[in-house]
């Protein structure tokens, strides 16, 4: 059972640029949050996702940032025109909500803006 | 607004030594609370799990305890080990399972 894959593991952007960031939860899991973790600061809750459905986004920055989680394929988070404050690593989190709510991150996905 | 705090931010033991890392709440209405180990560089890894009805959970060499009317949670390491050195997160888990970080405290453990 494969556990929160995340891809790409290193992201090199250009300020302008735009950055895809894509996570395929575990295998029956069906919530997926995205959290941010700048250098020297704690994981910052960013987005929870339901298939289809944006459940909880109090923690995206208001314009650039958006995300998805598609009935098919993995969740989205996309950053528009990059600036270097975006480089952070980016972690996602999946859960088999009704269980333990036991939340399962992946390795992440560390992006860089030149 | 649920803000989690972990103290202290940076810890060094010997080999062999006990040690507690405290994390503390301020918003006793939780789900649940995870503590977690993170290496340089690399992702989360979940070490316990505590929910709250419960007071405690074990693995190994390590023992978590949670006092949710006081917002405290405490991760006990026995017998330390330099593999033991990491980043140690705890996170407070609350609606819909969203979990509050602290920012962590880093361990290192000396041969």
């Known amino acids: 059972n494969a556990g929160v894959m995340q891809n790409p593991r290193h992201l090199v952007r250009r300020r302008g640029q735009e950055a895809r960031l894509r996570c395929s939860p575990m295998?029956?899991?069906?919530?997926v949050y995205w959290y941010r973790q700048l250098p020297e600061e704690g994981l910052k809750f960013m987005v929870y996702?339901?298939?289809?459905?944006?459940?909880?986004e109090s923690g995206m920055p208001k314009e650039r940032f958006s995300a998805e989680f598609p009935k098919e394929g993995p969740s989205i988070l996309r950053i528009q025109q990059v600036v270097r404050g975006d480089s952070a690593a980016y972690f996602c989190?999946?859960?088999?909500?009704?269980?333990?709510?036991?939340?399962?991150f992946g390795e992440g996905s560390r992006l860089t803006v030149l | 607004k649920q803000e989690v705090t972990q103290i202290p931010a940076a810890l060094s033991v010997p080999e062999g030594e006990n040690l507690v890392l405290n994390c503390s709440f301020t918003?006793?209405?939780?789900?649940?609370l995870q503590w977690f180990r993170q290496d340089p560089g690399k992702g989360l890894t979940s070490l316990l799990l505590?929910?709250?009805?419960?007071r405690e959970q074990t693995s190994g060499r390590l023992n978590a305890s949670l006092d949710k009317s006081s917002g405290r949670s405490t991760l006990y390491i026995a017998a330390s080990q330099p593999g033991d050195s990491a980043t140690y997160l705890c996170?407070?888990?609350?609606?819909?399972?969203?979990?509050?970080f602290g920012k962590g405290t880093l361990l290192t453990v000396n041969p």
């Open positions: 996702l339901q298939k289809e459905n944006i459940i909880d």
């Open positions: 295998k029956g899991h069906s919530h």
């Open positions: 505590i929910q709250s009805s419960q």
């Open positions: 996170a407070v888990g609350g609606s819909n399972y969203k979990l509050t």
């Open positions: 989190a999946s859960c088999n909500a009704g269980a333990t709510g036991e939340l399962f």
């Open positions: 918003d006793s209405a939780i789900y649940n």
